[in-house]
């Protein structure tokens, strides 16, 4: 079915509950299982305060990253854990088309349609550009 499936997190309920599906795909399928995070630098500037915040910023996400780990592990599976920095949809989009993902599931946070039409969905651009299919978790 899969042999190597790519989950992307970002704290959010829909994100949990896509790594619990793609745990449950790891488990049936026998297949290897990436869990990324993409610390989003949205804001500018090379200033002191900007670069501690992305420390800050990393290492609550390599905190989130390995209770994730943890829950995996309780179940059986083994993941690899990726933290990057950079726009969520293109950080996921680059790896996925850089590497060999059979699926990549990640969680929708539901923008509004205002919010979607203006700023994009990390999920909708992924769904557009990865050359494997995706899974959108609600």
């Known amino acids: 079915m899969f042999s190597k499936i790519l989950v992307a997190i970002d704290g959010s309920e829909s994100a949990k509950k896509a790594f619990t599906t793609s745990i449950y795909l790891a488990s049936i399928s026998k297949c290897k ?3 990324i995070h993409v610390v989003s630098c949205e804001f ?3 200033s002191a305060a900007s ?10 996400a390599n905190s989130m990253l390995e209770e994730y780990k943890k829950d995996a592990l309780e179940k059986g599976i083994h ?3 990726m933290l ?16 060999d993902y059979d699926l990549v599931v990640l969680g ?3 923008m ?3 919010k979607e039409l203006v700023l994009g ?5 992924v769904m557009h550009h990865a050359k494997c299919p995706v899974m959108v978790v609600r």
């Open 121 to 125: 969905s990390v999920s909708i651009k």
């Open 108 to 110: 929708t946070r539901g």
């Open 51 to 60: 670069l501690e915040l992305v420390e800050d910023l990393k290492i609550k």
């Open 33 to 35: 299982i990436d869990v």
């Open 44 to 46: 500018g500037g090379d």
């Open 79 to 81: 993941p690899k854990l």
């Open 112 to 114: 509004n349609v205002f």
């Open 84 to 99: 990057e920095i950079g726009d969520p949809a293109n950080m996921i989009i680059e790896i996925v088309n850089s590497k």
